[in-house]
């Protein structure tokens, strides 16, 4: 009798765990089969929505669908991590969501697992460093974004050469001359040069 009481009792606690896991994966979460991928994405639960900007791109699920709409939502934000396949079952795309908005690294592959893209995300707004890559996988651009603008050093690679640009704001930064060239810059010695050339010949008279 003890012993089919301990089977009961133990057969109840499973259940229950079980019957709590399902409505956790079905109302947090959210698979969606298209014709050309697999997604995968979080919603975990907020404790309140928040105040769309109007700059701003937000993500959400409704209807078995993912949206994307600038500066508002109607459903459940993506909240969480975020996952494509290919139908392949290889990557497509990995990042994480926060209150409905791109954050942190964000990585694209291409269809034969072969990194493409890596982007820095806050709030759903590209700040930090990205790399772009070839169909190799080989290294082809990297820099950084500050505000959607591109802001600081950006490497360009290509034939075993790089070449590196400034930007400021998204423009090409203007580059200064320091002070010491100032200071012994050769048009202003040849300048100086020709005018005392000038005063040390006699003046010519005139006939």
């Known amino acids: ?4 009481l301990t089977i009961l009792l133990f ?3 499973n259940g229950a765990a079980f019957a709590q896991k399902i409505p956790d994966y079905g109302f947090n979460k959210v698979r969606i089969a298209l014709n050309d991928r697999i997604i995968q994405a979080d ?28 500066g508002g939502f109607s459903g459940k934000l993506l909240n969480g991590s975020y996952v494509e396949y290919y139908l392949s079952k290889n990557l497509k795309e ?15 592959w291409s269809g034969n697992g072969t990194l493409t893209e890596l ?13 772009l890559f070839g169909s190799d996988g080989k290294l082809r651009q990297t820099g950084y974004y500050s ?7 950006m490497t360009t690679y290509a034939d075993g050469k790089s070449e590196t640009v ?10 200064k001359p320091s002070a010491f060239w100032g200071k012994i810059n050769p048009l202003k010695w040849c300048r100086k040069d020709s005018t005392d050339t000038a005063k040390s010949q006699p003046a010519k008279q005139a006939q």
């Open 1 to 4: 009798m003890r012993k089919r």
């Open 11 to 13: 057969l109840l606690l």
């Open 43 to 70: 919603l975990a639960p907020l404790r309140s929505d928040p105040a769309p900007q109007s700059d701003k791109t937000y993500y959400w699920s409704s209807s078995n669908a993912i949206h994307t709409t600038q």
């Open 94 to 108: 990995q990042g994480q969501f926060r209150r409905g908005l791109k954050n942190g690294i964000w990585k694209s």
């Open 119 to 131: 982007y820095t995300w806050d709030d759903g707004v590209r700040s930090g460093k990205f790399e």
């Open 147 to 153: 505000n959607n603008l591109l802001h600081g050093k």
């Open 166 to 175: 400034e930007y400021k704001d998204g423009k090409i930064a203007e580059k």
